[in-house]
């Protein structure tokens, strides 16, 4: 099925790669990615900011979102992609569920509460 704009599907294209990048990371190193600064890139002539949102749980797990936002062309909005894992201690990775919430997830700081989280 085709995005409209291409350029969406280009740069939600962006932000499953930069989540499958960080799959393969441990844990400790996707910890020290929580003070990291937002990515400022250009798609397609458009500005976009990613950040990656690295989350510590009581269990040792985090909880790892890459929050795209992409300007749109009409009036002024942003178009939101997300990608998100749960990374155990041990290795495993476990997928954050299609239609999980930025509310359901305790992200509304960083996300005003925009989008949807999906599987990459």
């Keep these: 099925m085709r995005t409209f704009p291409k350029s969406l599907a280009t ?14 990371l ?8 929580a003070i990291e600064p937002p990515e400022n890139i250009i798609v397609e002539s458009r500005p976009a900011t ?10 040792g797990s985090v909880r ?3 929050q795209g936002f992409l300007k749109a062309l009409l009036l002024g909005g942003k178009h939101v992609a997300l990608d998100g894992i749960y990374k155990l201690p041990d290795g ?3 997928p954050m569920h299609r239609y999980t919430t930025a509310i359901e997830t305790d992200l509304l700081p960083y996300s005003s509460g925009l989008g949807i989280l ?3």
């Design 50 to 59: 990613i950040s990656v949102i690295v989350q510590p749980l009581p269990s």
């Design 64 to 66: 790892v979102v890459v």
């Design 92 to 94: 495993t990775v476990s």
């Design 11 to 24: 740069f939600r294209g962006i932000v499953y790669e930069r989540g499958e990048q960080l799959r393969k």
């Design 118 to 120: 999906t599987p990459g």
């Design 26 to 33: 441990a844990v400790e190193d996707l910890k020290r990615l």
